[in-house]
DNA sequence: CATGAATGAGTGTTCATTCAT
DNA sequence: AATGAATGAACACTCATTCAT
């Protein structure tokens, strides 16, 4: 165990370092982009803020693009893994237990900086498959989530139909709850209301 | 009269002549950005295509983001008069046709030309604005719709949830199910899906 | 007799207007010269601010460069002939009261809009030719003033050196004291230097 | 020693090299103006006549007016440097002498390239701030040399009225005797004519 | 003659990318 | 691996000029 810590130590750290500059790029990005705004987002801007030189940035990205789509892959995998862990953690709640624990954890993973989500869908281009991949991921992780709970739902029902609704409910209300709410409505009436929403049609 | 009639007929023609030059750019940015991909859009490519010389162009438009801003906009105003005169024609039909009316309505806005919308949507920068404007269109329209159906609705509801949630459940779900629905699923399953969990929510 | 005047009015009207419009165009370029820089200066602009068509702009200026030329001349003229009226004016005065009354009416030609002239000087493009036109009208000019008055000049003098030096010293020193005298030296006393000098110059 | 000697030549090859392109940049703007015309002044054809690529071109210069006043601060520089070596070199000269080597070095200084200064003056744009700085240079110039000879001059006069029209005249009658002399009069006469005017005014 | 919409050649400038050090 | 000066293709945009009405 020791000696194969050690193999990975002298690995590690510049794995770490490719790491952490990778992080200082995207970091750069978003900071740019709340900053300066999206014309800004030059490479060489990217670089200067990331602390990195032009060429050091190339290293590790084969072009601007390749940049863009880092960004929002970090951004949903963040998500990915904010709601799997979620899934994992009510793997024995009941479904609105868990319904309302994955719209929490959607919201509080969007919290920490509320207006990232918006200028990342509005902003930076992102070719349509990073958005379909996404919705992927979340229609299975809710058709995972509805299977094991087959006995709440009447058996009549499709599992791909309804994963499908629940999965685009949940993403497009929750970006909704968090950047378009009526006046009036706080966050948490929101959430209520997108797990009755959600509720009602699994019951229906 | 004549001249009075001589005088109106100057006049009109240039208008048409400018909307359908206006038009004609738009219309040049779609075919490229399909055919060719974003990168070729240009603004000489896309007055080459439109047929008009790139001077014309920037009589029309302050600047290229100009274009691109035209551009969501006649989406957006497509979809928003189709959505309303859906509301006006069934103004006394029953909620669940209403709602029925309305989905087909926005899939059917959107069937025309699938894959447009997707490219507005990831390819075509438009600032945050634009979205949250229809987002606030699409809302007042439901909260109209509901509005006066207060009778088949728990007098309990808050509407402005009421309309929150349907109009966001409206948007997401009729683009889901155009360009993400699983395989399997008809654009009909989606709808009578949609409307399903539509109803389910407002009924509970 | 009265043909012919009749025979002139129907022309001179349109004399008349031209040499008007002609007024009106160069005008405007002083005016957007001064309001907007250089860089505003285009011909359409020209034209606008002229209050005539661009179209009619290129009725009276074959293109852009000849309005600036147009502009340098009539300013050229303007001195030329304030500068002959003196000359004849003061036909019988003695050197030092026509040399007083030249720088006179030099300082005074340029009074009524000081900072024209640096703008035309160092903004306007002119060519070469224009200034050597003018600097040969005004030798001439002072070559004419002194040779009338040899008997005030020593008679070993060469006229061609005398109008030179004399012509090159009034319109540096004018346009000097106009703009760039120092702080302290009223106009007053840069015309007495300016006399001084001149004096000094042809007795020695 | 040898690592601070290398920290030294690293530096000084690119300031020397950064001296270069620029002087490279603004011979190729005079070479253009000369051989092509002012209307061929482009960035891009005064960076292929200089050898360098439009990017460093911009790294060196913010934008085309810079270049313009680059090259006038260049000649400029030229002349003050000549005038003011002149002016130590004759520190214990006769006032006739120094003035004499004042037009002198005035002359000379524009005779390697006569045409260039009328190009300067008349093509090339500059704001009237250069004119009127060099004006002033030039008027300190000779308030020093007048100063310092006080003995020489009628103690009455006041040395800013006479560094003034001192000034004027030499730039105005240099430039003068370079390309607008009168036919007959060759450049020692012209010369001889200078340095009397100047002597006269300063003795009167 | 007057108009001004239309033209499009040509410009200044940017910025993604490379590569010698 | 890192650097950052240098590159130059490509772009958005302007504006002098024309010509059909």
Same mark, same amino acid.
């Given at each position: 165990?020791?000696?194969?810590?050690?193999?990975?130590?002298?690995?590690?750290?510049?794995?770490?370092?490719?790491?952490?500059?990778?992080?200082?790029?995207?970091? %750069?990005?978003?900071?740019?982009?709340?900053? &300066?705004?999206?014309? +800004? @987002?030059?490479?060489?801007?990217? !670089?200067?803020? #990331?602390?990195?030189?032009?060429?050091?940035?190339?290293?590790?990205?084969?072009?601007?693009?390749?940049?863009?789509?880092?960004?929002?892959?970090?951004?949903?995998?963040?998500?990915?893994?904010?709601?799997?862990?979620?899934?994992?953690?009510?793997?024995?709640?009941?479904?609105?237990?868990?319904?309302?624990?994955?719209?929490?954890?959607?919201?509080?993973?969007?919290?920490?900086?509320?207006?990232?989500?918006?200028?990342?869908?509005?902003?930076?281009?992102?070719? %349509?498959?990073?958005?379909?991949?996404?919705? &992927?991921?979340?229609? +299975? @992780?809710?058709?995972?989530?509805? !299977?094991?709970? #087959?006995?709440?739902?009447?058996?009549?029902?499709?599992?791909?139909?309804?994963?499908?609704?629940?999965?685009?409910?949940?993403?497009?209300?929750?970006?909704?709850?968090?950047?378009?709410?009526?006046?009036?409505?706080?966050?948490?009436?929101?959430?209520?209301?997108?797990?009755?929403?959600?509720?009602?049609?699994?019951?229906?």
């Amino acid at each position: 165990m020791k000696s194969s810590r050690r193999g990975l130590r002298t690995r590690k750290p510049r794995q770490r370092r490719s790491r952490q500059t990778v992080e200082a790029i995207l970091d %750069a990005v978003v900071r740019i982009l709340k900053r &300066e705004g999206f014309d +800004s @987002v030059t490479t060489n801007r990217i !670089a200067e803020v #990331a602390g990195v030189s032009i060429g050091s940035l190339y290293q590790y990205f084969p072009d601007k693009k390749a940049i863009f789509v880092a960004l929002h892959a970090r951004h949903l995998e963040h998500i990915d893994r904010v709601i799997q862990s979620t899934l994992v953690e009510h793997a024995s709640s009941r479904l609105d237990t868990l319904l309302g624990a994955m719209v929490d954890a959607m919201i509080e993973a969007h919290l920490d900086d509320p207006e990232l989500y918006e200028l990342l869908a509005t902003e930076v281009p992102h070719g %349509a498959d990073g958005a379909k991949h996404f919705a &992927e991921r979340l229609h +299975s @992780v809710f058709r995972l989530a509805l !299977a094991s709970r #087959a006995q709440e739902l009447k058996e009549s029902r499709d599992l791909d139909s309804l994963s499908f609704v629940v999965a685009h409910m949940v993403e497009s209300l929750c970006h909704g709850a968090l950047s378009r709410r009526p006046p009036g409505m706080s966050l948490r009436d929101a959430k209520t209301q997108i797990v009755r929403a959600l509720m009602a049609y699994l019951r229906a």
